[in-house]
């Protein structure tokens, strides 16, 4: 202990100072170890102030998408990832594991038609048409139905015939019967509008009378028992929930989506949309309203418009995936399949040829889960395997 403090000790031991306040010889002592020890400033506010302006610069920085890491560092592909916009992420690319169903219809002379069926899917790194047929394949569920022109359409009394996929076939009951009774004096001659889901979409006329075609719209599993338009309809209040009620209607086709067209209805609500007619000349009323999922399943074009067209400048029609991993465009000559992903100057990944005025009637989607089965069906009852 040095003398200095001995000072300190020997003073405490003296008597109280005689007056109140502060003697002259304890202020001079204060104020000595004042000036020898002066008070520092806490340092935490120094370093609060410093972390702000670096956090305000770095934020900066982020803001600005200067590269403070190099591209390989983790940490900068984290901060890159988080910097996208939504749009970059909705078209990113992914493998693709879909498989595209499609039905076409080709308009011909005196009310024919004819139809065909092409499945799309990713086979050995590359996009395909894995299948390719006559006919119009439907998914009903776990099975498959394939519908086309009848072989003896008097035997059935209609033009069209439908059997499940993997049956024996019904069309050969139908000719062997034939043989032994009296064939159907009239034909009734029907065209396909539109499959989808479990619903057909017809155009019928009778075939020996002058009477003007009509539409009917019936299930799937209805119409293979034999059902007629006179004993079994479907109506439009069943798939717009409740606003239009109409039994002469049916799915018409636009750019992109699937709409109801109707010969007349009662409106909850007056409707002012476009005239649009049916193959056999049936003036119908579209209606822009959106139809049950029931009847057209997946009905987004979850690309827009103006970027299809920048892909593809005559684009007429697309569909898109609901897995976000391919999409299809409709030129007038031309179905050609691009990845999701695609924009303004990619090459298709496949093109097909498109016939002259080929009418689209069903589009339908498999995601991975489903996909080897849909292929196995098509290379079945398309490809003739």
Not at 303 to 331: C, G, K, Q, Y
Not at 341 to 349: M, T, V
């Amino acid at each position: 202990m040095n003398n200095e403090h001995d000072d300190w000790f020997k003073g405490l031991e003296q008597d109280p100072f005689p007056q109140k306040g502060f003697q002259p010889e304890l202020k001079r002592r204060i104020m000595r170890e004042l000036d020898r020890k002066p008070v520092s400033k806490r340092p935490h506010y120094r370093f609060a102030a410093i972390a702000g302006a670096c956090t305000l610069v770095i934020c900066l920085l982020i803001i600005l998408r200067v590269q403070l890491l190099p591209p390989s560092s983790p940490l900068a592909e984290g901060l890159s990832k988080s910097a996208e916009s939504p749009k970059t992420e909705a078209l990113a690319k992914k493998e693709i594991q879909s498989v595209l169903l499609l039905g076409l219809r080709q308009d011909k002379e005196n009310n024919e038609a004819s139809y065909r069926s092409l499945m799309f899917a990713n086979q050995d790194g590359r996009v395909k048409a894995v299948a390719a047929g006559s006919g119009i394949l439907i998914p009903y569920g776990q099975v498959f139905w394939k519908l086309d022109n009848a072989a003896d359409p008097a035997g059935e009394g209609k033009s069209l015939h439908i059997e499940q996929a993997g049956k024996a076939s019904i069309q050969a009951k139908a000719s062997t019967d034939a043989q032994s009774e009296p064939l159907n004096e009239t034909v009734r001659l029907e065209k396909l509008l539109y499959a989808g889901n479990k619903y057909l979409s017809f155009e019928t006329k009778s075939e020996a009378t002058a009477v003007p075609s009509q539409l009917w719209n019936v299930d799937l599993k209805e119409y293979a028992k034999g059902a007629a338009p006179d004993e079994n309809r479907l109506n439009l209040t069943e798939f717009t929930e409740g606003r239009y009620y109409a039994d002469s209607w049916t799915v018409f086709r636009e750019a992109g989506n699937w709409k109801a067209a109707y010969k007349n209805a009662l409106d909850i609500q007056p409707v002012t949309g476009r005239t649009v007619h049916s193959p056999g000349g049936i003036g119908l009323t579209l209606l822009s309203t959106e139809l049950s999922d029931r009847l057209v399943n997946h009905d987004t074009l979850d690309r827009p418009w103006n970027e299809i067209v920048e892909i593809e400048p005559n684009a007429l029609d697309s569909v898109t995936s609901p897995d976000h991993d391919m999409m299809a465009i409709f030129t007038e000559s031309s179905i050609k399949l691009y990845e999701y992903s695609a924009h303004g100057g990619d090459q298709p990944l496949l093109t097909v040829s498109r016939n002259k005025g080929e009418q689209l009637v069903m589009v339908q989607w498999a995601l991975e889960k489903y996909a080897s089965k849909w292929i196995s069906a098509g290379e079945q009852e398309l490809n003739g395997k």
